[in-house]
Every structure is written in structure tokens, then in C-alpha cells.
């Protein structure tokens, strides 16, 4: 039987909302070590936002960023999985959409984030993924 998502997920995704302003949130990836948060208005999923998104969506159009909200940035159209969704889900829808991180959403309310790296510490702990995935934050 596959592991559940919530077996291998990061619970406490960081979040963010629509208004939240480019910079802040560009500190808030750099001081967690983060690629991503979630995008979140009245407790519901409303997109997801990385640190690529913020380069080519904000920072590209030589605008001023901080002048520009990260709704501007996220994408809206989030595919998600459940807790109680196996592993082997994620893993095909990741495949699918040539994704890297997928929500976990409970009832519409994120609960955590499973990313490439966590199903490959899961799946194969040997794997350079995994070893990478596992160091520490480069510092």
C-alpha cells in the first residue's frame, strides 16, 4: 500500500495574501529558505506563488516590484491534492503537469505542501534528490 500524502508532506505552509506586497514576500522565501508559499484569502487556497514566478512575472518587467502585490504574481489555478490522497497520486499529477510542489488542502483550507523532494526522501532516501532535498539551507 502507497504512504498517504500526510505521511511525507511539510504541515504549516507559509502563507501569504493576495495583497501582500512583492518584496515582503520575497523576504519572507529568503529569511524561511523557501521557494513557495501559498496564497491564501479567508482561510481558502487562492494560488501559489515561487520564487520563479516572482522573476519572470515582476521583476522581468523592469517595473517597480514594490509597488506590485503578489496576486499579480501567484498562479490562481492551483492543482492540489488531499491528506488522505496516496503518494502515488502526487507523484502522477506532478509528472503530469510538470509540477514541483502541490498544496495540500484540507476542505479548501491549506494544511501543508508536498514537494518533489519530499516524495523522493520517501520514495528512494538514496537518491540525489533526496540527499539534496535533506541538506540544510545553503548559507
Do not use: F, H
Not at 5 to 10: G, S
Not at 64 to 76: F, L, N, Y
Request: charged residues 25%.
Amino acid at each position: 500500500m502507497a504512504p498517504l500524502v500526510r505521511e511525507v508532506m511539510t504541515l504549516g505552509p507559509v502563507t501569504v495574501t493576495p495583497d501582500t506586497p512583492v518584496p515582503e514576500v520575497a523576504r519572507v522565501m529568503r529569511d524561511k529558505d523557501i521557494g513557495a508559499v501559498l496564497v491564501v484569502a479567508d482561510g481558502r487556497l487562492r494560488g501559489l506563488v515561487t520564487d520563479r514566478d516572482l522573476t519572470v512575472r515582476i521583476l522581468a518587467d523592469a517595473q517597480d516590484a514594490s509597488a506590485r502585490t503578489v496576486a499579480e504574481a501567484c498562479s490562481g489555478d492551483v492543482v492540489c491534492v488531499a491528506p488522505e490522497d496516496d503518494v502515488d497520486r502526487a507523484v502522477q499529477l506532478m509528472r503530469g503537469k510538470a509540477l514541483r510542489r502541490l498544496p495540500v488542502v484540507d476542505d479548501g483550507r491549506p494544511v501543508g505542501i508536498v514537494t518533489l523532494g519530499d516524495v523522493a526522501v520517501d520514495q528512494d532516501p538514496t537518491c540525489v534528490l533526496a540527499r539534496i532535498s535533506a541538506a540544510g539551507p545553503n548559507r
